[in-house]
């Protein structure tokens, strides 16, 4: 009964096993060995050591793409987690209308990137575009969006606001598992709705939310690519040339597959090694905390 039972729970995995396989590991393996190489995508590539690695300390292009990425997720998980927190939470409570409006919040997430794309395209155009009618009615600066540094750092960044789907789910179980004892005890104590959600609310989910956001860092170095590339395609002043939008010019428009090998491992070490430090603290905060 019980080989029958593993037997069935490896025949259940093995799809997953398999997409692992084929879509991770694989091409992981790849990746780093044309990183040592000058493949090009065509003919076969030659062993070059530590060539790309030492192009990539002297490419300044590298250098403002991987700053570029990391003021990204600087300025953008924050925000996306007071959404989806604040979402979260706001949501948690059975009231009318709530079933619609979690899946008005969850539905930005499931559209193609491409569409919110466009959407944004639309919505800032210079000319035409309605958020800038507005600024226009009301007598406000209307600024040529994606022509400008932080202009088009700010389209890109309130755009991704939209696609938190995920860790909305997550803060909404969350909130929806905390017991009512912990806010009847505080309501008889005298706390206001303000110090329920400071004291008793935002401390229990604190563990998760410290989750999230080291999942959102790792998340926000790498999904900016479609909405970037449609959009700005690194411009302007390379201020929106994030990692993964220079991996591409490098591997598909200037067929230096082997480089852009490197930069992807390169990206691989630094998003690490965030992982790391942001783990560390979490524990260390959530040591001092107990």
């Known amino acids: 009964m019980l080989t029958t039972r593993r037997t069935a729970a490896w025949l259940l995995l093995a799809p997953f096993l398999v997409g692992a396989l084929l879509l991770l590991v694989l091409p992981a393996a790849l990746n ?10 065509f003919g076969t590539p030659s062993f070059t050591g530590l060539a790309n690695l030492r192009r990539l300390f002297d490419d300044p292009f590298f250098l403002a793409s991987l700053r570029a990425s990391l003021l990204f997720a600087l300025m953008a998980v924050p925000l996306r987690m007071l959404a989806a927190t604040a979402l979260g939470i706001a949501l948690a409570r059975p009231r009318r209308g709530a079933r619609w409006q979690r899946v008005l919040v969850y539905l930005p997430t499931v559209l193609p990137e491409i569409t919110l794309a466009l959407a944004f395209l639309w919505l800032f155009n210079p000319l035409y575009g309605p958020v800038n009618g507005v600024l226009g009615a009301l007598g406000l600066p209307q600024p040529v969006w ?52 400071t004291r008793v609310t935002l401390p229990s989910l604190a563990p998760l939310l410290v989750l999230l956001t080291i999942r959102d860092v790792i998340l926000s170095l790498q999904v900016n690519f479609v909405p970037t590339y449609l959009l700005t395609d690194g411009a302007p002043n390379n201020a929106t040339l994030f ?21 992807t491992l390169a990206m691989l070490v630094v998003t690490t090694g965030l992982t790391v430090v942001m783990v560390w603290l979490g524990r260390r905060w959530y040591v001092r905390r107990a």
């Open 32 to 41: 780093l060995g044309y990183a040592f190489t000058d493949h090009t995508g």
């Open 243 to 263: 990692v993964p939008v220079y991996v591409f010019d490098q591997a598909f428009e200037f067929l230096g597959f082997g480089y852009g090998a490197m930069i």
């Open 146 to 197: 994606l022509s400008t540094t932080w202009g088009a750092r700010w389209v890109i960044v309130v755009m991704m606001l939209f696609p938190i789907g995920e860790a909305f789910l997550v803060v909404l179980a969350g909130r929806r598992e905390l017991s009512t004892e912990m806010y009847e005890a505080a309501a008889v104590d005298g706390a206001s709705p303000w110090q329920a959600l």
